[in-house]
């Protein structure tokens, strides 16, 4: 058992407690391997926000457990050696699906975990996430749930439909479990296609997709229900076009590839939302940018020269991110 007190992590209440006050929210991107990570720490010292780093059940079996955990303890090292005094950075299990996973992050020094009993019958998910609440809060690790269902495919998760989620059971929900922070469906959904050609309207100016709005109204009931509960948003990824039409005019095959508008995305990081997760964008820029480099410099095959400009862009879209959508920076001096 090892605390993530030793190494140098921070649970996510103070966090959010700031975030909420602030009107901003809190990046929440996910890695699996070096450059991803070291690229969300070097967007995250510079622009001196707090960040989690969030590992799936899939990325953790990917890159290993005890790894990870060194990994984790290293970045707090190495934020401090870009100059961020004091780093406030969160280890989060995203999607946990069951007590023993849950359990076992706590154990290897995570600082938060989620609990993702959103595809249960309602009381099973009350006490399944009271169980892992019961267990993290003896050790100060916060613990997200879920309710509501999102649309899309993610590591682990996998849904046809959405289900928005009903303000009517959040206080319910949030009194019995003891949870920390609620992630709520309100029409992101996981992945990089996340509305079918049909859900969307055409912008006859550029040709592009525009997908659906957010459920702004189940945000604001919940907001009504919970004054001040931190809320979550999952599948918030944007899926910048641009990335999208590197990884096309460089071999890949992205069809029809739509994300959350920024300014959604922007609007909600003002309200009670203050976590909101990013992933598929970082998978197109680190795509994008390596595809670029097989197809213009076909005959290099030195790791560090199609790795190295992946996680510059990589680390350009998370600064973007901090800045422009979630407004978290300069909120970690
Ligand atoms: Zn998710």
Redesign the pocket.
């Known amino acids: 058992m090892v605390s993530y007190k030793e190494l140098g992590l921070v649970n996510t209440r103070e966090m959010f407690a700031k975030a909420i006050d602030g009107g901003y929210a809190i990046p929440a991107f996910n890695f699996n391997n070096m450059e991803q990570l070291q690229a969300i720490i070097m967007a995250a010292a510079e622009t001196k926000s707090p960040v989690i780093l969030q590992v799936s059940k899939g990325a953790r079996a990917y890159a290993n457990q005890t790894l990870l955990r060194y990994m984790a303890q290293g970045a707090v090292e190495y934020a401090k050696e870009l100059g961020w005094e004091k780093p406030q950075i969160c280890l989060h299990l995203?999607?946990g699906d069951s007590f023993e996973t849950c359990k076992s992050c706590v154990d290897f020094g995570f600082s938060s975990v989620m609990i993702d009993g959103s595809s249960l019958p309602y009381d099973e998910n009350v006490a399944l996430t009271k169980k892992v609440v019961e267990y993290a809060h003896q050790f100060d690790v916060t613990v997200e749930a879920e309710l509501g269902v999102?649309a899309g495919v993610?590591d682990e998760?996998s849904a046809e439909e959405s289900h928005y989620t009903k303000p009517e059971e959040v206080v319910d929900f949030v009194s019995k479990t003891g949870c920390d922070s609620l992630a709520i469906s309100i029409g992101t959904s996981?992945g990089a296609y996340k509305f079918k050609p049909e859900q969307c309207t055409l912008d006859p100016k550029t040709g592009r997709l525009v997908p659906p709005p957010l459920a702004f109204d189940v945000l604001e009931g919940v907001e009504k229900q919970l004054p001040g509960f931190p809320i979550v948003l999952?599948?918030s990824s944007s899926v910048p076009q641009d990335e999208v039409d590197t990884i096309n005019a460089h071999g890949g095959k992205l069809q029809a590839a739509v994300g959350i508008p920024e300014e959604q995305l922007r609007k909600a990081a003002k309200s009670a939302v203050c976590k909101i997760?990013i992933d598929s964008d970082s998978r197109l820029a680190m795509t994008a940018a390596i595809r670029r480099v097989f197809d213009e410099k076909p005959a290099e095959f030195d790791p560090r020269k199609y790795l190295g400009p992946a996680r510059d862009n990589m680390k350009k879209l998370y600064i973007h991110k901090i800045v422009n959508v979630l407004g978290s920076d300069g909120k970690a001096e």
């Open positions: 995203d999607h999102l993610e998760v996981h999952h599948g997760n």
